[in-house]
């Protein structure tokens, strides 16, 4: 289907046996905001490790764009592809400005040394002040990240991901430890990133995917329990059972 981003397809992950992810089927629509949710060890994390190329699959494969198979892909491959991946724990440069860690990212190299000493052309420049206005950085731009607040962190590695342009962004628990103010502005600032590119989200946090949700995938043991908008989603017993519930 041309207006699925991703298709996974009899998706099997296993550490030593065990199938942390088993036989998964579904599918993430271009432009969509769509959370992955379940209690611990429903194979979350898992999915998004071998969406980006950290663990490969046993059986099955994850589709790109229809036509990609990035399972077989290493890591830098899919990256290129344009599948960018933010984890849970902060990845931004300290001794650096909010600015130079964006440029870091814009121009995707690896050593801070040789980013810092690469000069960026006219339209990479645009579109790191572009980024830096979205995320609502811009006015802090020539500050460290130790003067951010835990949310605008936050915000500031979505913007590093979203410079990179990628068609995809995958956010491991984007609004853990943010207070009630800045979960509403992070659901604000995916909604417009979605604009451009489809999110895909793993979250704890039912009022924040209730607020944002396109669609929602409901994991237990490793398989799908259940998938659809949230409205529905949340009234199944089974999923009430299993998680909402406790
Ligand atoms: P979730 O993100 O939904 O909490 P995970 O994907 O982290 O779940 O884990 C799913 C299951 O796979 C858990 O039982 C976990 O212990 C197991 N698991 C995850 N990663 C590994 C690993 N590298 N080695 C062994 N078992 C793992």
């Given at each position: ?17 065990f ?5 998964l089927?579904?599918s ?14 429903a194979?979350?994390t898992t ?12 059986e ?98 979505i ?17 853990a430890?943010?207070?009630?103010k ?65």
């Amino acid at each position: 289907m041309l207006d699925n981003i991703l298709e996974i397809k009899d998706l099997t992950i296993s550490f030593d046996g065990f199938k942390a992810v088993n036989g998964l089927n579904t599918s993430v629509k271009k432009g969509d905001i769509h959370f992955f949710i379940g209690p611990n060890g429903a194979g979350k994390t898992t999915l998004l490790d071998a969406i980006c190329g950290r663990v490969k699959p046993a059986e099955g494969c994850i589709m790109f764009n229809s036509l990609s198979d990035v399972t077989r892909m290493s890591e830098h491959q899919i990256v290129e592809l344009g599948i960018g991946r933010k984890f849970q724990v902060p990845s931004v440069f300290m001794g650096i400005t909010i600015y130079e860690n964006m440029e870091l990212a814009a121009v995707k190299k690896r050593s801070l040394y040789s980013s810092l000493f690469t000069k960026l052309n006219k339209e990479q420049i645009e579109r790191i002040e572009d980024v830096l206005r979205t995320i609502g950085l811009y006015e802090k731009r020539y500050r460290t990240p130790s003067a951010l607040s835990h949310g605008e962190k936050q915000w500031l590695e979505i913007g590093m991901l979203l410079v990179q342009q990628p068609e995809i962004m995958l956010l491991d628990e984007p609004v853990a430890g943010m207070g009630r103010k800045e979960t509403e502005r992070t659901g604000e600032l995916l909604r417009e990133i979605s604009e451009k590119c489809s999110v895909i989200v793993v979250e704890h946090d039912m009022e924040f995917v209730r607020e944002c949700a396109d669609r929602v995938t409901v994991l237990h043991e490793g398989m799908l329990l259940d998938e659809g908008n949230m409205q529905d989603v949340q009234k199944n017993p089974k999923v009430i059972e299993v998680y909402l519930g406790r």
